[in-house]
């Protein structure tokens, strides 16, 4: 496995729509575990492709931080199907490196996701997977947490983030 570099705001590879994943491939699997290697060494929650400069409909989520392998989730061609509540709380991005900021994301959310075999499945998420779903998804169509916020603050997100990451 590799940590592999993590490209940050401001890469253009970031705003693109990712591809759909045909067959899996043991190049896909290795890609996959450097995926969790990266987000474990980054001390991070989830982690999307097009992080990695790959613009592939890949994530790979692990709220449990290394914790518990069972916790694990990998996301191929995923699509939110329904959502539902609200909830309010810091969100960060190993894309924008030193910045957490509060936002709203439902509170439940529901996707169909392909597994590697081909065959789809639901899942669901609450709370903290649910946020980290709606998160790395956003990845995948090329949007970062803080488009969320209107031009002002995202003015001021990006000052604070520029002097954070000088040099």
Known sequence: MTVRPVITWGDPRLKQNSADIGEWTPELQQLVEDMFETTLAEEGVGLAAPQLG?????????TSCGQDPTQKIVLINPEITASEGVQKGSEGCLSVPGI?????????VWLK????????????????????????????????????????????IQRKYQKLNRG
């Open 54 to 62: 790959i613009n592939l409909n890949l994530v790979v989520i692990d």
């Open 100 to 108: 957490t900021e509060i936002l709203e994301r439902p509170k439940k």
């Open 113 to 156: 996701n392909r597994r590697p075999d081909g065959t789809w499945e639901e899942r669901v998420g609450e709370d903290l997977l649910a946020r980290a779903f709606c998160h790395e998804i956003d990845h995948l169509r090329g949007k970062l947490f803080v488009e969320y916020f209107g031009p002002v603050k995202r003015g001021l």
